[in-house]
C-alpha cells in the first residue's frame, strides 16, 4: 500500500488538519470531528447536517459553506460517525429553525444518525431526516437494507441547503430533500477496489480484465461482474439502469453528476460525460446542469457513478443559486 | 490497463464531445481542437491562450473562461498541440488587444507555440509568449532544456488572466505572468506512474515500495528514487526543496496549490496540505489562498505536487478576482 499519510490510525485527524489549516472559513472541532460553518449557527435558518463514513471526500466536509451544509460529521474510513458526534453537530448549527439530517441508506449510518436526532430532541432541537437512496444497482446490498445512497446526497444538500438559504422552514427543507431523492437516481461501476489506510489491502479482488458493474461507494458488489468494455457501452449499462428505474421524455430536463470514484482521470469522466449526454438526447431531454469530477469518492478506487436528477423548475433555480463550500462554489 | 475509454485513438475527441455536451458556455471547435470562451473574442481584450499534451485535466481546457483563459489547445495525450492547432486558438480570440500565450517548458511546445506565434504574427495577430518553469527538481529533464513547468501554470493562468479581465495590456498582462513565474516553485512525489491509453501499461516501472522523488507530469524522473515515507517527511523533501530555492520569511504571503496527480483521494492531499502549513507556519508564512484537489494531473498517476507562489498584495488581489471556468469558479 502506498499512500500519502502520517500513519493509518491519524488520517482522519491529519486530515481535518490540513482542512483547519486551509479553509480558515471554516471551523474544525477536533475532539468531535466536526467541520463546521466558522459564522454557525445562522439565527433564524434551517440547519443541514450530514456525514458518514470518511474516503468519499469531497463528501461531506467539502459541502459546508453557506448555501449548502452547516456542519458535516466525518466517521473514520469507511465507518459511520457516532451519535455524539452528529449531536454535537447539531447542537453547534441549530439558529432555532431546526436541522435537517441527510443521511446516506447505510444501516450504520442510519443507525447513528436516529440516536442522535433523539438525543436532539432531548435536548430541545428540531430535527428532521431525509434518507439518500439513489442507487438502482441493488435493492439490498452489504451494509444496506433498501437502496444505497451516494450521488444524489451531494443534490440533495445543494438544493435544500439553497431553500434553507432563503429562509425557508424545516418541514419545507425536508419536504424538497425528499422531492431531490426521489428525483435521482444512480449507477456506479468500478474498475479496480479501493484501499482502506487500516486494511492496507484492496477491499476485494477483481481481476484485471474484469469490472464490477453496479458497485457501491465501499466497493460492495453490485449486479454483476463483467469484461472491460468500450465506455459508451458501460454508458448504456447504466442509462440504462437509471432510465428503467426513472423513465424521462422529452420536456424533462437533467442534472447530471458523472462522479470519478477516486483514481480514475477527469478526461476519462469527460469521455463518459459524453456518452450521457448522448443517451439523453437521444431520449429528447436536456442537460440542464451537470458536474463532471470527483465528488462522492470511494478513495483510490477508479470507476465512475452516474446520477441524474429529474430536475423541475424549482430545483433548477435553487440549483444555480449562490453556493460557497471548498468542492462546489458559484454566485459568489 | 482499464480505462473508460472508447478506443485510444479517440479519447480526446471524444473527452471534447463531453466538454461540448455539458459546457455550453465553451465552444469546441473539433476541427482545430479547441477549446473556446463561447463569447470570444473579446474586443479589446488581451487574450490568454494556453495547450499542451492532454492528460493533465483539468489543465488547460478547464481553466476556459472568463477571468482565465480565452482558448485552450489540447494536444494529444503527452504530445504538444501542433502550430496550426495553436494559431488557430490565437485567431479566434484576438480581439485587437494581442494574446498571451503561455507555454509550459517542454521542449515540443516551447517550439510549436514558437511557430504558431510567428504564424500570428504573419497574420496580424500580435502575441507574446510567457514561459512557465516552475519545477525545483531537476535543471534539465527528459523533454526539458531547463525546468519543467507545472503547478504555476494555474497561478499564472489565473492572475493575469485577471488582468487581462480589467483590460491591462499586452505587455502588462505578459509581466504580471512573468512575475508570477518567477514568484513560483513546485516539486512532485509519485507513488505510482501513470498509463496512457495508446500504449497501455505504466510509463515507467516502480517497485511496490518506492516512489519517485520530484517525479514530472508525465512520469519524467525526478531526483531519486526512495522507499515510501510519511507524508510529514516527503513534504518535508518537496518544501525543502522549494524554500531552498526561494526563501520564504515572515511577512510573506503564499498561495498553495497542493495538487493531486490523478489517481490520489482527496483525503490523503488533505493530509499532505496541513504538514504543507505546517513547513509555512515554521517560516511565519500564512497561506494566504489555496487549492487543494486534482488540477494539473498526470493521467491515473498516484501522489501530489506542491507549489507555493510568494505573492505580492497585487497578484492576492487578482488571485481572489472572479473566474467562471469549469474546474476553478469564484465570484460569478
Known sequence: MKKLINTPESVLTDALTGIAAVHPELRVDFDHRLIVRADAPKAGKVALVSGGGSGHEPLHGGFVGPG??????????FTSPVPDQVLAAAKAV?????????VKNYTGDVMNFQLAAELAADEGVTVRTVLVDDDVAVQDSTWTAGRRGTGATLFVEKIAGA????????????EMAEKVNAASRSFAIALTACTTPSAGRPGFDLPEDEIEIGVGIHGEPGRSRGKLQPAKDLVGI?????????????GDKAIVLVNGLG????IELY?????????????????AASLVGDYVTSLDMAGVSITVCRADEEMLELWAAPVATPALRWGT
Chains 1, 2 share one sequence.
Open 163 to 174: 431553500l434553507a438559504d432563503r429562509g425557508a422552514d424545516l418541514n419545507k427543507v425536508a
Open 94 to 102: 441549530d439558529g432555532g429553525a431546526g436541522v435537517l439530517f441527510v
Open 271 to 287: 469521455v463518459v460525460a459524453g456518452e450521457v449526454a448522448a443517451v439523453l438526447a437521444g431520449q429528447g431531454v436536456p442537460i
Open 263 to 266: 483514481g480514475t482521470p477527469l
Open 238 to 250: 447504466a442509462m440504462d439502469a437509471i432510465l428503467r428505474d426513472q423513465p424521462m421524455a422529452a
Open 68 to 77: 449548502m451544509l452547516d456542519a458535516a460529521c466525518p466517521g473514520e474510513v
